[in-house]
């Protein structure tokens, strides 16, 4: 059943959510040129079967921060870039690198892109390119520098192209959903989608931010009104997933995860989940066997470790839980989660007090908003301290 058309504003205002916030000062509103026909070649691919689809334009498929390529994408990329090993043209090499980039080496693009920015220090391609590979790779700074200075090209731009504008300001929400700045972020998420309604990636990334804020049924509603533009979007599938483990009804995520896998069989977060569903069912072999796919597949994948170790935790195998959660903590110094984990497998596990408690007191010092989680936090400590107490107690006095 198709969700109501009602436009995003009206409903948002409806519901309470559409309080006027300040404007952030790297948010960007200007009169924008129009986007030239020939710049949307994503939309001609769209629906296409990966053996279809042309390498050299598979980035104007990704360009606006599709899933990773599947398997059969990937090796179309590889073939192409094995064939074009030495690009001469500017242009060739900034695909060169969204190629390599879109593969998962990330590294070797890097490289790649700061070549090409020495070359041209305000070409926008790159500038965004580089700040969605950091948002990636969780290094948020610096994802807000190439952000600032594809800005300050904006900002000094009369009238700059409609792609330019929609995907820094993208980006931009991005960034400010992993800084938790979920405010910010759904006010440009919304506005994106009242400009442009058929930009499927917003309505991803704004019911996102509205489950993080446990909004249950905002949340439904956007994925459900994406959805209504796309229902093969694996991304809001899987949305629409977590929303019905967020219930309570596992019958119902494990429908909607399962029709994101069929569209995409190599989508991570869909993945996850149905791994999650499955230890729900202590169905522990066929859960392993999708993390440890995707620990192959993305070995940066904070979500996957995070998940290896607690089943591991599950399955009895300390030791190889502890080293899941030290590479997730490996990943993503800043997670919170990771370093719970890690320290409830020191406390309770390896009796190593000392580390868990630093490691306890990391999370209630983080930045994470997640309340449930450091107050879990305190109660390990206190849990450590009273067991110190009892040990200092039990110890007989020192006879004369």
Same mark, same amino acid.
């Given at each position: 059943?198709?969700?109501?058309?009602?436009?995003?504003?009206?409903?948002?205002?409806?519901?309470?959510?559409?309080?006027?916030?300040?404007?952030?000062?790297?948010?960007?509103?200007?009169?924008?040129?129009?986007?030239?026909?020939?710049?949307?070649?994503?939309?001609?691919?769209?629906?296409?079967?990966?053996?279809?689809?042309?390498?050299?334009?598979?980035?104007?498929?990704?360009?606006?921060?599709?899933?990773?390529?599947?398997?059969?994408?990937?090796?179309?990329?590889?073939?192409?870039?094995?064939?074009?090993?030495?690009?001469?043209?500017?242009?060739?090499?900034?695909?060169?690198?969204?190629?390599?980039?879109?593969?998962?080496?990330?590294?070797?693009?890097?490289?790649?892109?700061?070549?090409?920015?020495?070359?041209?220090?305000?070409?926008?391609?790159?500038?965004?390119?580089?700040?969605?590979?950091?948002?990636?790779?969780?290094?948020?700074?610096?994802?807000?520098?190439?952000?600032?200075?594809?800005?300050?090209?904006?900002?000094?731009?009369?009238?700059?192209?409609?792609?330019?504008?929609?995907?820094?300001?993208?980006?931009?929400? +991005? $960034?400010?959903?992993?800084?938790?700045?979920?405010?910010?972020? /759904? %006010?440009?998420?919304?506005?994106?989608? #009242? !400009?442009?309604?058929?930009?499927?990636?917003?309505?991803?990334?704004?019911?996102?931010?509205?489950?993080?804020?446990?909004?249950?049924?905002?949340?439904?509603?956007?994925?459900?009104?994406?959805?209504?533009?796309?229902?093969?979007?694996?991304?809001?599938?899987?949305?629409?997933?977590?929303?019905?483990?967020?219930?309570?009804?596992?019958?119902?995520?494990?429908?909607?995860?399962?029709?994101?896998?069929?569209?995409?069989?190599?989508?991570?977060?869909?993945?996850?989940?149905?791994?999650?569903?499955?230890?729900?069912?202590?169905?522990?072999?066929?859960?392993?066997?999708?993390?440890?796919?995707?620990?192959?597949?993305?070995?940066?994948?904070?979500?996957?470790? +995070? $998940?290896?170790?607690?089943?591991?935790?599950?399955?009895?195998? /300390? %030791?190889?839980?502890?080293?899941?959660? #030290? !590479?997730?903590?490996?990943?993503?110094?800043?997670?919170?989660?990771?370093?719970?984990?890690?320290?409830?497998?020191?406390?309770?596990?390896?009796?190593?007090?000392?580390?868990?408690?630093?490691?306890?007191?990391?999370?209630?010092?983080?930045?994470?908003?997640?309340?449930?989680?450091?107050?879990?936090?305190?109660?390990?400590?206190?849990?450590?301290?009273?067991?110190?107490?009892?040990?200092?107690?039990?110890?007989?006095?020192?006879?004369?």
């Amino acid at each position: 059943m198709k969700t109501s058309l009602m436009p995003f504003a009206l409903f948002l205002a409806i519901t309470g959510c559409a309080s006027e916030i300040p404007q952030s000062d790297l948010d960007f509103k200007q009169v924008m040129a129009p986007t030239p026909s020939s710049s949307s070649s994503e939309l001609s691919i769209k629906g296409k079967k990966p053996e279809e689809i042309e390498s050299q334009n598979f980035f104007d498929w990704q360009k606006y921060y599709r899933p990773n390529p599947s398997t059969a994408e990937a090796l179309s990329l590889k073939a192409y870039s094995e064939q074009n090993p030495a690009p001469s043209t500017f242009e060739a090499r900034l695909q060169r690198a969204r190629n390599v980039l879109a593969m998962g080496y990330r590294s070797e693009a890097r490289d790649m892109y700061s070549d090409l920015l020495r070359d041209q220090p305000e070409n926008m391609d790159v500038l965004l390119d580089m700040a969605h590979l950091y948002l990636g790779e969780n290094s948020i700074e610096r994802s807000f520098d190439y952000l600032s200075a594809a800005r300050r090209i904006l900002d000094k731009t009369e009238r700059p192209p409609k792609a330019f504008v929609i995907r820094y300001r993208f980006a931009l929400s +991005l $960034a400010y959903l992993q800084t938790k700045n979920r405010k910010q972020a /759904t %006010s440009i998420l919304a506005e994106l989608i #009242e !400009k442009d309604q058929r930009f499927t990636p917003a309505y991803a990334a704004l019911s996102q931010a509205y489950l993080q804020d446990k909004k249950f049924e905002l949340a439904d509603f956007v994925a459900k009104r994406g959805l209504d533009l796309d229902s093969n979007d694996s991304m809001l599938l899987n949305i629409l997933g977590v929303i019905a483990i967020k219930k309570g009804r596992f019958d119902e995520a494990k429908s909607w995860i399962d029709r994101s896998l069929a569209q995409n069989p190599e989508y991570l977060p869909a993945m996850i989940n149905r791994a999650h569903l499955a230890m729900r069912r202590r169905e522990y072999v066929t859960a392993e066997n999708d993390l440890q796919k995707v620990a192959q597949m993305d070995p940066s994948n904070l979500e996957g470790q +995070l $998940a290896l170790g607690i089943l591991f935790k599950k399955t009895g195998r /300390t %030791s190889a839980a502890k080293l899941a959660f #030290e !590479k997730a903590v490996a990943i993503d110094p800043q997670s919170a989660y990771a370093r719970y984990h890690l320290g409830s497998i020191l406390a309770d596990e390896t009796k190593d007090s000392t580390a868990a408690l630093q490691l306890f007191y990391d999370v209630l010092q983080s930045k994470d908003q997640d309340q449930e989680l450091k107050e879990l936090a305190k109660a390990q400590i206190q849990s450590i301290r009273d067991s110190r107490l009892y040990d200092r107690s039990s110890v007989p006095s020192d006879v004369n």
